[in-house]
């Protein structure tokens, strides 16, 4: 019969409970067609209530009404059958393991495509139909199918959780408010996720900031790869016409220049890569991170808004100008003309470390350290025959030049205090930082606590209120020196040289200002301070104590000198300025002395 009049539309014939070509079908006073099992077993469930009404259009009916079987419709769903057609949605409105699936269907259950915060039920489009409809269940709020919506639910008071306690950082519900969180600061979660709406927008921006920001990162590095080259090109090209001019005694080192440049060239290009395979990587996560902070900005559930609202965090790679090869060129140069002579009695093993590609990366600092000496009349590049010797001479001279290391990755920490004493330096004590009440001897190496004032004169960076003491000379780069002590209540510490000096304030005392950071030596036990927040520390008790320093890395450590080292406290930071050694002693006889290391 289909085939041959109008075509007959299966949906028309289907239970609009079990969603399949009817069975038994009956037809209630409404005019809505239905299984007889199906219509059965729905007013079996509300029996108790003594009202029983449609499913579809929620028509009441008092009594139960008596149904009969819909001899017409049963005739034409048989007649569908013949036809080979199937009321049944097709597979894929059927929900499937990572689908939510709809609350009211029964047997297989189609996808839902709202969930309501109001019922905590999840719907498809035919069993959602009555709250489009029905006046009540239009106030409900629908959002997007989730399998969550238990967490909605106070475990405590089964109640619909519609607060938020600011106080406790949590959702609650009306129960909760008037019990175990009266008093406390709270507000609706409409609201709190409204203001955390906005600030998840401006973590957005700043997401999508920082990816622009490493775009530009990673081709200012780029740029420097290929500026590393060109300036090594030149280097080697330059350094080679220089050799050439010192005969046969430079002819040999000529090669050996172009053989360390393009060395440090390929390492150097190579750490520049590096870098910008960590900040492609790092723009890769951002781009992630705010495809999910889009995603969650799109949660219409509020709780569910709060419970994946993200903590925040971010970190920061800064990238600083390079230097390049030209100071190692002007180097050589000069060399040539001051070294002639002196390379005809005898060669001093020539170190080309030149001078130092400065790429500095550092965590929090991205401009170049102001204090390194950058002076190529120095002659640093020229290094002594032995690890820690370096030429001296009536012409010639050299200091430990900092090497590329400095500047970019540090170098693993020492483990022995062999390997510790290959970085110590000599360090004496600035008379005119010292307080009245310190006698300084030893050659300016010793300071003990007197309890008469010494006729200091006068100065500018003299100490005048707590009995404290800085070094003469500056630290950067890696460092390492040793204090010996008699007695208690000392303080070995490294402070920048703008601590203030003067006054009645604590901000002049090592470990009140962040300017300072000191290891308090106090009968049988240690304490580190810094910024006024002290942190005891555990540790043999010695009378010798090794100080490490690590500039470029920020790494400060104290040690316990006996047979062994043993760490007492590492400091992990960003140093901006240069470090001064200083003391601080607190009792009368006490002293510290900076020891002769050799």
């Known amino acids: 019969m289909a085939q041959k009049g109008v075509q007959l539309d299966p949906e028309t014939f289907s239970c609009s409970i079990c969603l399949d070509l009817l069975k038994d079908p009956v037809t209630t006073s409404c005019g809505h067609n239905y299984c007889m099992n199906c219509i059965k077993s729905h007013w079996d469930e509300e029996d108790h209530k003594n009202i029983h009404s449609c499913p579809q259009c929620r028509q009441t009916f008092t009594p139960r009404p008596v149904l009969l079987k819909n001899n017409l419709l049963a ?70 199918p989730s399998k969550k919506l238990q967490e909605n639910i106070c475990s405590r008071h089964d109640e619909v959780m519609k607060m938020f306690c600011r106080t406790d950082q949590q959702l609650i519900c009306y129960l909760c408010l008037m019990e175990e969180h009266k008093g406390h600061d709270t507000v609706s979660a409409a609201a709190e996720s409204s203001e955390r709406q906005k600030k998840l927008e401006g973590s957005q921006h700043n997401i999508q900031q920082r990816i622009q920001d490493r775009e530009k990162d990673v081709k200012l590095l780029q740029q420097q790869a290929e500026a590393i080259n060109r300036s090594a090109d030149k280097a080697v090209e330059e350094s080679e016409k220089i050799f050439s001019e010192l005969i046969c005694l430079l002819e040999k080192r000529s090669s050996d220049v172009e053989q360390q440049v393009r060395s440090q ?121 032995t690890e820690n010797a370096y030429v001296q001479g009536p012409e010639v001279f050299a200091t430990p030049l900092l090497t590329l290391e400095d500047f970019l990755v540090s170098q693993p920490e020492p483990k022995t205090r062999a390997d510790f004493l290959q970085y110590s330096r000599e360090i004496t004590l600035d008379p005119n930082t010292a307080h009245t009440h ?81 290891l308090h030596w106090e009968r049988n036990c240690y304490l580190f301070c810094y910024n006024k927040v002290k942190t005891p520390v555990s540790g043999p008790e010695s009378s010798r104590v090794g100080v490490y320093l690590d500039h470029s890395a920020g790494i400060l450590s104290f040690y316990s000198v006996s047979e ?31 020891c002769e290391l050799k």
């Not at 060129?329 to 590609?357: C, H, I, M, P, Y």
């Not at 607190?586 to 002395?593: K, L």
């Open 265 to 385: 060239q390929k390492s150097e290009v190579s750490r520049v890569k590096e870098l910008q395979e960590k900040l492609e990587q790092e723009i890769t996560e951002l781009k992630k991170k705010d495809a999910e902070l889009k995603k969650l900005s799109h949660t219409e559930d509020h709780n569910q808004f709060l419970h994946n609202y993200p903590s925040q965090s971010a970190s920061s790679i800064d990238i600083c100008p390079l230097s390049y090869f030209e100071d190692m060129t002007a180097a050589v140069s000069e060399v040539r003309d001051k070294l002639q002579d002196v390379l005809r009695e005898k060669w001093t093993n020539v170190s080309l470390a030149g001078k130092a590609v400065g790429l500095a990366v550092n965590r929090r600092q991205s401009k170049q350290d102001p204090h390194v000496r950058r002076d190529h009349k120095d002659l640093r590049c020229w290094k002594g025959p």
């Open 564 to 594: 062994t080292m043993t760490l007492l406290h590492r400091v992990q930071t960003t140093f901006t300025q240069p470090l001064y050694a200083g003391f601080s002693l607190d009792y009368s006889g006490t002293t510290a002395e900076l």
């Open 75 to 144: 005739d034409l769903v048989e007649e569908l059958k013949k036809t080979g057609l199937q009321a049944a949605p097709a597979d894929h409105c059927y929900a499937g393991a990572e689908d939510v699936a709809c609350d009211f269907c029964t047997g297989r259950k189609l996808k839902a495509i709202k969930s309501c915060l109001m019922c905590l039920m999840s719907y498809c489009d035919q069993h959602l139909q009555p709250h489009y409809d029905v006046a009540q269940l239009k106030k409900h709020k629908l959002v997007e």
């Open 438 to 518: 310190l006698l300084l001897s030893e050659g300016n190496r010793k300071a003990t606590r007197m309890r008469k004032h010494q006729a200091y004169s006068s100065h500018p960076d003299r100490f005048t209120r707590w009995p404290q003491v800085l070094s003469r000379e500056s630290l950067t780069g890696r460092c390492y020196w040793e204090v010996e002590r008699r007695g208690y209540g000392v303080d070995i510490a490294v402070a920048y040289k703008n601590i203030s000096r003067a006054g009645r304030s604590n901000e002049c005392l090592f470990g009140f200002n962040d300017k300072s950071w000191p």
